[in-house]
């Protein structure tokens, strides 16, 4: 793509170290970075050095003290700047954080809106500069269906039927739906929930009550570049989030992970999730454990579903969600920056002409 990119990233987010370090196809900035694992809050403490870049795209939301960070440095070095948004719920923000907010707004030559919630929120925020619709991508030859026999045999999973989940263990993302959902499913199912979070002690005590506990096989949070290997020993992938007063399920990015792998997804109506599944996979309404245990039901009784959905949401990922494509439209929103401003430097210099 003719493109030079540096990647400015911390050393580790929370608690987890930083996977990748070296690439050969783009730089990697490894710099010091305080509140780590605490989202929109987090910053740089070190010089980062004058921006030479054309233009910077950052990942982080209008508000957030990171952003700020940045923008002023692309104010004072005169580079344009492109920032992310995918909040879908409006929220009013405390100082200093809606200043930071009307700062980016006021600055920034464009945005990212991970979705149309996004975009139309942006809009009645009263951000009116150009913003394209750039949701996440995976690697295809990274996530992929994989040989999974061994690692179904490692975890005691033999050849029952695996309903999975992988995410954070956490109220909001419906892991208590989904237990108690399970529970009605004949005992050749088996479930299996990848990943950490403070739900953990309450569902073991949950799957306990409902006499499941046997059949439910807990993994904590793993490698990233594991997750395909996981996807690939499950039958189907079940992401049962629930809408809270401060947050709907914005994308899922789980979902085209497990989509790639051929792992059928099925996922409530929060946010966005029906328009990443497509006809990919089922939906249900959040918070309804007999529709979710219905769904379910309908690929544990129908094997050929199973692999129509699985060969339907690889070809939808191949089609919409790959890193390639999300780097292609970066780029052409990037370029489209750049030529505005190339169209207003060239419109101040006519003007100083003219005055002469």
């Keep these: 793509m003719g493109v030079d990119l540096t990647l400015i990233v911390p050393p580790r987010w929370g608690?987890?170290?930083l996977e990748i370090r070296e690439s050969e196809l783009y730089r990697i900035r490894v710099l010091p970075c305080l509140l780590t694992g605490y989202t929109h809050f987090h910053f740089y403490p070190v010089r980062i050095g004058p921006i030479d870049a054309d233009v910077v795209y950052l990942e982080e939301e209008p508000w957030s003290l990171v952003?700020?960070?940045f923008v002023r440095l692309c104010v004072k070095a005169r580079k344009p700047v492109i920032f992310t948004t995918w909040q879908t719920i409006s929220k009013t923000y405390p100082p200093p954080f809606s200043?930071?907010?009307?700062?980016?707004f006021a600055h920034a030559g464009a945005a990212i809106a991970g979705n149309k919630e996004a975009?139309?929120?942006?809009?009645?925020?009263?951000?009116?500069?150009?913003?394209?619709i750039i949701p996440y991508g995976v690697y295809p030859e990274v996530f992929f269906r994989r040989e999974s026999s061994l690692l179904r045999s490692k975890l005691g999973l033999g050849d029952s039927f695996v309903i999975g989940y992988v995410g954070?263990?956490?109220?909001?993302?419906?892991?208590?739906?989904?237990?108690?959902?399970?529970?009605?499913?004949?005992?050749?199912?088996?479930?299996?929930i990848v990943g950490d979070g403070d739900f953990r002690g309450e569902g073991e005590r949950l799957a306990g009550g409902l006499g499941v506990h046997s059949r439910i096989h807990w993994v904590p949070?793993?490698?990233?570049?594991?997750?395909?290997?996981?996807?690939?020993?499950?039958?189907?992938?079940?992401?049962?989030?629930?809408?809270?007063?401060?947050?709907?399920?914005?994308?899922?990015?789980?979902?085209?992970?497990?989509?790639?792998?051929?792992?059928?997804?099925?996922?409530?109506?929060s946010g966005e999730i029906p328009n990443v599944i497509g006809d990919a996979g089922l939906v249900f309404p959040e918070?309804?454990?007999k529709g979710l245990a219905a769904q379910l039901l309908r690929l544990v009784?129908?094997?050929?579903?199973?692999?129509?959905?699985?060969?339907?949401?690889?070809?939808?990922?191949?089609?919409?969600?790959?890193?390639?494509?999300?780097?292609?439209?970066?780029?052409?929103?990037?370029?489209?920056?750049?030529?505005?401003?190339?169209?207003?430097?060239?419109?101040?210099?006519?003007?100083?002409?003219?005055?002469?």
């Design 15 to 17: 608690s987890q170290p």
């Design 168 to 192: 954070r263990v956490i109220a909001a993302k419906g892991i208590a739906d989904l237990i108690q959902a399970f529970a009605v499913l004949p005992q050749q199912c088996r479930l299996l």
């Design 119 to 132: 975009v139309e929120l942006l809009r009645t925020r009263g951000f009116t500069k150009p913003v394209s």
């Design 301 to 356: 009784q129908n094997p050929g579903l199973v692999t129509e959905l699985g060969k339907r949401g690889r070809a939808r990922v191949l089609e919409f969600f790959t890193q390639r494509r999300m780097a292609e439209q970066v780029l052409k929103l990037c370029r489209r920056v750049l030529a505005a401003e190339a169209e207003i430097e060239d419109r101040e210099t006519a003007q100083m002409g003219r005055a002469r």
């Design 287 to 289: 918070g309804d454990v």
């Design 67 to 69: 952003t700020h960070q």
């Design 99 to 104: 200043y930071f907010e009307r700062y980016t």
């Design 221 to 269: 949070q793993i490698p990233s570049l594991e997750v395909p290997d996981y996807l690939s020993a499950m039958d189907a992938l079940v992401l049962p989030s629930r809408t809270t007063a401060g947050w709907k399920e914005q994308f899922g990015r789980v979902l085209i992970e497990a989509m790639a792998c051929e792992t059928p997804p099925v996922g409530s109506i």
